[in-house]
């Protein structure tokens, strides 16, 4: 049975504000369903792709709220509410892209396939890391609101008819936090674009991490790390931590805020190496790095160790310590990279194999072609 032509089929994505990896999945799963009928709680037009943009989206109640693109997260305990009023029970098939909450949404009878970047970070794993770094007003919001959000999660997850993990970390996660099994698939990397640089320019001596300036990334560690031993750090993103991550950070350290995909791509050509100091889901800007022939240097705990080699494609450090993370960097002072090598390591997540992988997936699962 072909989707396009005899199937209605609904996708969902948690919210649509910037462009990242699960954005990049929910591009790709766009593409491989073109007559699908897009969903999400909250969209910002402007910051999406153009594949995305093009395309009819449908938004949650939530989009009414004030500043609603920008204070989103705000509005986490009316997430549930918002999910539960998309009705895609007209549907045959749905699949939602999902680290929030819309594979809650109302399925009917319809066949939905959850591709999970993770378990609710607020209210599952993530949960000790936001309640940390929070403020007072929003610690006490999490300690109201996670338990009830924990329980409305679950049950969300136990309607699902089919998950794919992003990653075997989040494969464990989805198991551990639903009781659910899943199949692994790895998110795209567009290894067209993401090149080994192709004009051959000289390598600069910056390090370089491209990330959302949010507390469970860790650039604060990178920082204290960078500020002790003098090497140079270029910074490439934006976040509600920035500020304060900024007044930490000595002369070594430039922070260059958002960038363009272009502007990303050539930073990552001709930077010394990609550094990355979080425990990460999957970690898709990783292996985007080393597409362009960059060895990454990271911390050896969820995707990474997916993602990184160690000696071939990058270099891996076993604790999140000043200590260690400058012990990993003298490492790869002395390790010698084959940019060739790196790269072929890459093309296991490329964007070609996704869309093969899902597609066979759903047709085994449902009988439903994409095309």
């Known amino acids: 049975m072909s989707a396009t032509a005899e199937t209605r089929t609904a996708l969902v994505h948690h919210w649509l ?18 007559s699908g009928d897009l969903f999400t709680l909250v969209c910002d037009r402007s910051r999406i792709s ?57 399925c009917g009878n319809a066949t939905h396939i959850c591709y999970c970047h993770t378990p609710m970070r607020y209210v599952w794993q993530g949960y000790e890391t936001y309640y940390r770094t929070a403020g007072p007003i929003e610690r006490r919001a999490l300690r109201a609101f996670r338990n009830g959000l924990r329980e409305w999660d679950y049950e969300a997850a136990q309607r699902v008819t089919h998950f794919v993990a992003n990653s075997k970390n989040v494969q464990r996660r989805i198991l551990e936090s639903y009781g659910r099994e899943s199949r692994v698939i790895y998110p795209p990397v567009d290894c067209e674009r993401f090149l080994i640089d192709p004009l051959s320019r000289p390598v600069q001596e910056s390090f370089l991490v491209v990330s959302q300036l949010v507390s469970y990334k860790r650039i604060d560690l990178l920082i204290d790390a960078f500020n002790k031993c003098g090497r140079q750090l270029t910074v490439i993103g934006d976040g509600p931590e920035r500020g304060r991550l900024e007044a930490r950070a000595g002369k070594n350290i430039r922070f260059l805020g958002s960038q363009s995909d272009a502007s990303v791509v050539e930073a990552m050509q001709q930077c010394r190496a990609f550094v990355f100091a979080g425990e990460e889901d999957f970690g898709i800007v990783m292996a985007e790095a080393q597409a362009c022939g960059k060895p990454v240097i990271a911390l050896g705990r969820g995707g990474a160790n997916e993602i990184v080699i160690p000696g071939v494609s990058g270099i891996l450090f076993e604790d999140d310590s000043i200590e260690s993370l400058i012990g990993a960097l003298d490492r790869f002072d002395r390790t010698p990279f084959d940019p060739i090598a790196i790269r072929q390591s890459a093309l296991r997540f490329s964007r070609d194999r996704f869309l093969k992988e899902f597609a066979e997936m759903v047709t085994e699962k449902t009988g439903i072609s994409s095309a």
């Open 50 to 106: 153009n594949p995305l943009r093009k395309r009819t989206i449908h938004s949650s109640v939530l989009q009414r709220l004030p500043a609603a693109s920008h204070w989103y997260r705000y509005y986490l305990p009316f997430f549930p509410f918002a999910t539960r009023l998309l009705n895609l029970s007209e549907y045959d098939l749905v699949i939602s892209s999902d680290a929030a909450t819309v594979k809650g949404a109302r």
């Open 17 to 34: 504000v910037t462009m990242r990896g699960g954005e990049r999945v929910f591009e790709a799963l766009a593409e491989l369903f073109p």
